[in-house]
């Protein structure tokens, strides 16, 4: 997915690297930016008729029925991230950018500097997706407690 690149700068002072930051737009409902916790990657998400969102929705509105839709969504999206394919399994994906140099999460962005569109991966579920539905469900419980 081609998404529109912004300039920043890593705000930690020994580093101050420039880095193009993806902002999806105001319209862009159930589409994600996600970054992995060591900088290196950035991906996209759309969580619209992705069969994923569907069943990881359906495992934690059961569980966190106190909860209201909103802060339901923050919870989807946080396991989103955590189930995702990856190559490193203590890299895991937020919905937070960081520095790849220094790992600081970027925090500011410079909406007046438009650096262009740049093409994102989509965010995969490939080892998630081979597991049973008990497995899947057992899964995100545990992450839940964590
Ligand atoms: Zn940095």
Not at 57 to 76: F, H, L, P, Y
Request: charge should be positive.
């Amino acid at each position: 997915m081609k998404v529109a690149t912004f300039k920043s700068k890593c705000h930690n002072s020994t580093c101050q690297l420039d880095i193009y930051v993806p902002v999806l737009s105001d319209f862009s409902y159930g589409e994600f930016i996600y970054g992995s916790i060591d900088g290196k990657l950035i991906k996209y998400y759309c969580g619209l008729g992705c069969k994923t969102w569907e069943f990881v929705d359906t495992v934690v509105s059961e569980i966190c029925k106190d909860k209201n839709r909103r802060e339901q969504g923050a919870v989807i999206q946080k396991i989103i991230g955590l189930i995702a394919d990856r190559d490193d399994k203590d890299i895991y994906f937020t919905r937070n950018i960081y520095c790849p140099k220094c790992q600081t999460q970027i925090k500011s962005i410079n909406f007046d500097m438009k650096t262009g569109l740049q093409e994102y991966p989509d965010l995969t579920f490939t080892d998630f997706e081979r597991m049973n539905q008990l497995d899947k469900k057992n899964r995100i419980h545990e992450l839940l407690r964590q």
